[in-house]
T-cell receptor, first 115, second 113 residues
Framework: DTGVSQDPRHKITKRGQNVTFRCDPISEHNRLYWYRQTLGQGPEFLTYFQNEAQLEKSRLLSDRFSAERPKGSFSTLEIQRTEQGDSAMYLCASSSTRSPYNEQFFGPGTRLTVL | AQSVTQPDIHITVSEGASLELRCNYS??????LFWYVQSPGQGLQLLLKYFSGDTLVQGIKGFEAEFKRSQSSFNLRKPSVHWSDAAEYFC???????????FGQGTRLTINP
């Protein structure tokens, strides 16, 4: 199966630590998205890449958050100086510019718990 | 800005009963519409999508949804639910020319045996 994969699936960290998550999109997809989902809510858009270019960032993406997609394939999302409010599920999705309707396919997510 | 409302936070139905989950959107033009399902601790799986054309769309797992422009709605239906349908269901809107999806807050479906 060549779906979207994310690593790790779960991360527990202490407040103030830095964490990094990885996302591998579907291989032929050139668009990659990051969303955040808190308990009882729907996913909220954070940022997206087309190839290696980061083309849009949400206001939710504070300066403690940084995302990269250096070679236009996998992406990393880093959170510096984590806070308890960063506890959430971080979802990655991918899509292809060949789809004019932006059909996005999601990975299993990384559950972050900040103690 | 576009928004999505799922009025029902939690619905309980009996196994074998019919199901309808409501979704209303706010957007000035015809959006792209999606329904996703999320099992506990998992990512989102695409159930079905509407872009244009026939307003009744079929999806996986026996689900269907109907786009009603006059009501700005895209309700999800299933004629007979199975215990395995218990999950969280999210309606989402995609905007032409933009890349992000805007999600509703979700409806949690519980199935009684």
């Amino acid at each position: 199966d060549t779906g979207v994969s994310q690593d790790p699936r779960h991360k527990i960290t202490k407040r103030g630590q830095n964490v990094t998550f990885r996302c591998d999109p579907i291989s032929e997809h050139n668009r990659l998205y990051w969303y955040r989902q808190t308990l009882g809510q729907g996913p909220e858009f954070l940022t997206y890449f087309q190839n290696e270019a980061q083309l849009e960032k949400s206001r939710l993406l504070s300066d403690r958050f940084s995302a990269e997609r250096p070679k236009g394939s996998f992406s990393t999302l880093e959170i510096q100086r984590t806070e308890q409010g960063d506890s959430a599920m971080y979802l990655c999705a991918s899509s292809s510019t060949r789809s004019p309707y932006n059909e996005q396919f999601f990975g299993p997510g990384t559950r972050l718990t900040v103690l | 800005a576009q928004s999505v409302t799922q009025p029902d936070i939690h619905i309980t139905v009996s196994e074998g009963a019919s199901l309808e989950l409501r979704c209303n959107y706010s957007y000035g033009a015809t959006p792209y519409l999606f329904w996703y399902v999320q099992s506990p601790g998992q990512g989102l799986q695409l159930l079905l999508k509407y872009f244009s054309g026939d307003t009744l769309v079929q999806g996986i797992k026996g689900f269907e949804a109907e786009f009603k422009r006059s009501q700005s709605s895209f309700n999800l239906r299933k004629p007979s639910v199975h215990w395995s349908d218990a999950a969280e269901y999210f309606c989402a809107v995609g905007v032409r020319g933009a890349q992000k999806l805007v999600f509703g807050q979700g409806t949690r479906l519980t199935i009684n045996p």
